[in-house]
């Protein structure tokens, strides 16, 4: 039994900005959301919790690494304004770590992105470009490469989908947190695709780890009915950091089933969610039901906040 006053020792020292806060998220196992028939197998589900970074996504991480190799390759400098296109939390993630280090940041999104995504980034001090919804992220991806082109000088375009500082964040820190949380024990690996950054950097680091370790990619089931942040990759730009020949298996998820998991989550678990980690909890259901002993782990991208004034959590 966890008795609340036992600490460890990470807290113990002051940290110079906020950055330091990105990563080391915590490794939940789930209990009472687990399905009975899983339940009776010698499986162990875990949930990576990534609404622990200090901008409250997985986002921080590749956010983080993406400027500050711009500013120590020299590119970025303290005259240009940080620009790229997001449906939301790598715009928070940008806005937070730009701000940490004094850099102006501009955003291009989908005008559909939820209020709370919008709000969060004005708090942070950055300007949002407003596109087409019905363009979804490519619409943005779009506007922002006309704008750089118009104004070469202003910008400094961070281009998260083909930003090889987006997988490697997650190559030196998501996966050597989750290979010495679960003692090497992982059997399979579960993330949703948005730029493909999380499942294409930590799958390639936990395959050097132990190539037995299987790496799923989760995307929406259909091109129209979106779950916010992931891809649906056969109809979009399709993202350069992304290889689907590293993935093992993509798995089409719903979004239906995808609100149900993420609703499970907190109501059984008390661990609140946004829908793409709903998304992820629902592959590793699928994968667990296939199997007979393993430990997966998958990624909750994000907290449930950021979604209350939509359907996710719009409910009676
Ligand atoms: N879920 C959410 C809520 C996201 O914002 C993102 C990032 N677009 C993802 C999943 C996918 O992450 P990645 O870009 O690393 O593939």
Not at 107 to 118: D, F, G, I
Not at 119 to 147: C, M, Q, W
Not at 264 to 293: H, T
Request: charge should be neutral; include cysteine; aromatic fraction near 10%.
């Amino acid at each position: 039994m966890w008795i609340l006053g036992q600490h460890d020792e990470s807290y113990r020292k002051t940290r110079k900005s906020v950055l330091e806060l990105v990563g080391n998220t915590p490794l939940v196992e789930l209990n009472r959301s687990l399905p009975e028939d899983i339940k009776k197998k010698n499986i162990k589900i875990y949930a990576k919790l990534e609404s622990y970074n200090p901008g409250g996504s997985v986002k921080d991480r590749p956010a983080t690494r993406m400027i500050l190799e711009a500013i120590n390759s020299g590119k970025l400098t303290k005259d240009k304004v940080i620009i790229d296109a997001t449906s939301g939390n790598t715009g928070i993630a940008l806005a937070m770590v730009g701000t940490a280090l004094g850099y102006q940041v501009e955003l291009a999104m989908p005008a559909n992105v939820s209020e709370e995504r919008k709000r969060i980034i004005k708090a942070f001090g950055a300007k949002i470009h407003f596109t087409n919804p019905l363009e979804s992220t490519d619409g943005a991806i779009i506007y922002v490469r006309k704008l750089v082109e118009k104004y070469p000088d202003k910008y400094y375009y961070i281009d998260q989908y083909n930003n090889d500082a987006n997988w490697k964040a997650h190559f030196d820190s998501t996966a050597v947190e989750i290979w010495n949380q679960t003692e090497g024990k992982i059997t399979h690996f579960v993330a949703g695709i948005g730029t493909g950054g999380t499942v294409m950097g930590t799958g390639r680091r936990l395959k050097i780890f132990n190539p037995n370790i299987q790496v799923i990619g989760v995307q929406p089931d259909s091109p129209f009915h979106g779950i916010e942040g992931l891809k649906y990759i056969e109809t979009s730009i399709k993202p350069g950091i992304f290889d689907e020949n590293r993935l093992d298996r993509t798995m089409f998820i719903g979004t239906d089933i995808a609100y149900q998991r993420a609703r499970e989550l907190s109501r059984l678990e008390g661990i609140f969610v946004g829908q793409s980690s709903g998304a992820a909890f629902e592959a590793a259901i699928r994968i667990a039901r296939e199997i007979e002993e393993g430990v997966i782990v998958f990624i909750c991208p994000d907290g449930g906040e950021k979604y209350l004034t939509t359907a996710l959590y719009d409910y009676e």
